[in-house]
Nanobody, 115 residues
Framework: QVQLVESGGGLVQPGGSLGLSCTAS????????LAWYRQTPGTGRELVAT???????NYADSVKGRFTISRDNAKNTVYLQMNSLKPEDTAVYYC?????????WGQGTQVTVSP
């Protein structure tokens, strides 16, 4: 089981920016497919962005042009840079690592966008 530790998040005003990071405890991180999800109370987890082992990315329509997912294999870390934040981006954000057909999850970090 891969351990994932998230950091970042917090409170930001609409239009502001935040960055999330997630570090994995595996020495084969470079082979993993990674993603960020988010969840609000009473809803299921929503896929926000993905990046595969080759570096190809995909985004939910709701965040395209505002969020950027990236990875640093040397640091075993995946990032989510969030710009032009909106109140509807408020959620708990989770990183996901899929490696050898197994999913691992971070502990979640709260992002709140409010005046």
């Amino acid at each position: 089981q891969v351990q994932l530790v998230e950091s970042g998040g917090g409170l930001v005003q609409p239009g502001g920016s935040l960055g999330l990071s997630c570090t994995a405890s595996t020495n084969i991180f470079k082979f993993s497919n990674l993603a960020w999800y988010r969840q609000t109370p009473g809803t299921g987890r929503e896929l926000v962005a993905t990046i595969n082992s080759g570096g190809s990315t995909n985004y939910a329509d709701s965040v395209k042009g505002r969020f950027t997912i990236s990875r640093d294999n040397a640091k075993n870390t995946v990032y989510l840079q969030m710009n032009s934040l909106k109140p509807e981006d408020t959620a708990v954000y989770y990183c996901n690592c899929r490696l050898l057909a197994r999913d691992s999850w971070g502990q979640g970090t709260q992002v709140t966008v409010s005046p």
